[in-house]
T-cell receptor, first 114, second 114 residues
Framework: EAGVTQFPSHSVIEKGQTVTLRCDPI?????LYWYRRVMGKEIKFLLH????????ESGMPNNRFLAERTGGTYSTLKVQPAELEDSGVYFC????????????FGPGTRLTVL | AQSVAQPEDQVNVAEGNPLTVKCTYS??????LFWYVQYPNRGLQFLLK??????LVKGSYGFEAEFNKSQTSFHLKKPSALVSDSALYFC????????????FGAGTRLFVKA
């Protein structure tokens, strides 16, 4: 069974540009999450999808961030326009069933905004 | 507000010795608690979780963790460390009343010396 995949693995962009990150969860997992880790700090929750619906987007930093999950399969996270403080590693995770089930994480996308 | 504290940035232990990685948490309700491990260039991998019941939970690779409600702690332990245990360890919590949002600590890097 394939795990959670993320694309790209690295992205370097200039301030003001747009970047779109993609996540493909494990097939059949209804729950999909986005997280961000700034160097050395905690992994911060961004949002949670159940199928195609946003259940909790309380962690999204501001309206420069837009997440979608069309058709309830893969998800994209767009940052537009990117700012320096958006740099970090963006993780995607998926899970099935209840809230006490563990999450399966992708390898992350390292975003550097110059 | 929910939070997780991992007070040690790094833990050093000799191979064969017991190891402990500390975690304390703060939630308004009852917690679900998790430990994840991250190896270089990989996503986080689930190790173990506490849902309810026995305060001592056993997980993958010989790891265990003890839930202590009075001290709001969930320390990760292993009786005999291996060099291959060297990695970054994250403690995480969900509030049972708070939905799927997961709060992570900043991580503790474990170095096991041969």
């Amino acid at each position: 069974e394939a795990g959670v995949t993320q694309f790209p693995s690295h992205s370097v962009i200039e301030k003001g540009q747009t970047v779109t990150l993609r996540c493909d969860p494990i097939s059949g997992h209804d729950n999909l999450y986005w997280y961000r880790r700034v160097m050395g700090k905690e992994i911060k929750f961004l949002l949670h999808f159940v199928k195609e619906s946003k259940q909790d987007e309380s962690g999204m930093p501001n309206n420069r961030f837009l997440a979608e999950r069309t058709g309830g399969t893969y998800s994209t996270l767009k940052v537009q326009p990117a700012e320096l403080e958006d740099s970090g590693v963006y993780f995607c995770a998926s899970s099935q069933g209840t809230m006490y089930n563990e999450q399966f994480f992708g390898p992350g996308t390292r975003l550097t905004v110059l | 507000a929910q939070s997780v504290a991992q007070p040690e940035d790094q833990v050093n232990v000799a191979e064969g010795n017991p190891l402990t990685v500390k975690c304390t948490y703060s939630v308004s309700g009852n917690p679900y608690l998790f430990w994840y491990v991250q190896y270089p260039n990989r996503g986080l991998q689930f190790l173990l979780k506490y849902i309810t019941g026995d305060n001592l939970v056993k997980g993958s690779y010989g790891f265990e963790a003890e839930f202590n409600k009075s001290q709001t702690s969930f320390h990760l332990k292993k009786p005999s460390a291996l060099v291959s245990d060297s990695a970054l360890y994250f403690c995480a919590v969900r509030d049972k009343a708070g939905g799927f949002k997961t709060i992570f600590g900043a991580g503790t890097r474990l170095f096991v010396k041969a």
